[in-house]
């Protein structure tokens, strides 16, 4: 799958609206794309494969790590796809306007801002208008346990008893706060953290369909930065192209995220070793009149 995305990375072409941010623009558009959710990859594509595709689905993880941009690829397989096997082309138009948040029969919600019982409501009572040209209407709920027990409640029945037409994609970074009613009538998935190879594979990939000049060694501290979330380490390198001269190093990453380098981190362990008490509280005094973490 790696070697396949660095072929079939695609960015938006729409950039008529101004500037369109690194993590945006290299969004995976197919499962081909996504790294490090293999897992998830194939289990999805599985269930549409030996059409057992559930009315609910809950993705779970950290921030950043492909949960709402697999909801978007799954809508895709389901309502994108010309036989309905899952396989679907990225340029096509129902696929363009899933991406592009446009499509009537995907429709994505934030639970941060619509968590009351009213906007519940309003979905139930459009749930059983039939979809105008895919095969399902597909609703994302992103941030789900933001919505309030209320909220939950009114949307227990449905999500019981769904129309045949329906499907129902929760994504969450904390499912202990989802009612336990919820939770049993969900197929859950659980997306792990990236890992620091893949990330650091993806950066490198960046940089270089964007000319961006880099060291490695700098690429794997971002990678390191962004603690297994694949979006925060392409909003850290689009931070650093801004602030760098041209080419990203090591010691533009120490001076703008105020991080000690290895020459300051070898010195304390050296005063650890020795003993040396008094120096190292001079040497931590120093790094924190310097600012540094």
Known sequence: ??????????????????????ARRYRPKSFDELVGQDTVAQGL?????????????????????????????????LNASNDHSGHFNPESEVAKAIDAGDDMDVIEIDGASNNGVEEIRVL??????????????????DEVHML???AFN???????EPPE????????????????????????????????????GRLKLICEKEGIQAEEAALKMVARLAQGS??????????????????????????????ADET??????ECMVNRDAGKILRELDLAIAAGID
């Open 148 to 150: 309030t027990n209320n």
């Open 230 to 259: 694949m979006r925060d380490s392409q909003s850290l390198l689009e931070q650093l192209v801004s602030f760098s001269d041209g080419k990203i190093s090591v010691d533009h990453i120490h001076t703008m995220f105020g991080m």
């Open 264 to 269: 300051r981190l070898a010195l304390l362990v």
């Open 165 to 200: 037409h329906v499907k129902f994609i929760f994504c969450t970074t904390e499912p202990d706060k989802l009612p336990a009613t919820v939770l049993s009538r969900c197929q859950r998935f659980d997306f792990p953290p990236v890992k620091l190879d893949l990330i650091f």
């Open 154 to 160: 009114a949307l227990l029945k449905t999500l019981e």
């Open 45 to 77: 594509m599985r269930a549409i494969e030996t059409d057992r595709v559930g009315h609910a689905y809950l993705f779970t993880g950290a921030r950043g790590v492909g949960k709402t941009t697999s909801a978007r690829i799954f809508a895709k397989m």
């Open 124 to 141: 139930r009572s459009n749930v059983s208008v039939r979809p105008t040209r895919g095969k399902y209407k597909i609703y994302i709920i």
């Open 1 to 22: 799958m790696a070697d396949q995305a660095a072929d079939s990375i695609q960015q938006e072409s729409d950039r008529s609206e101004g500037y369109t941010v690194v």
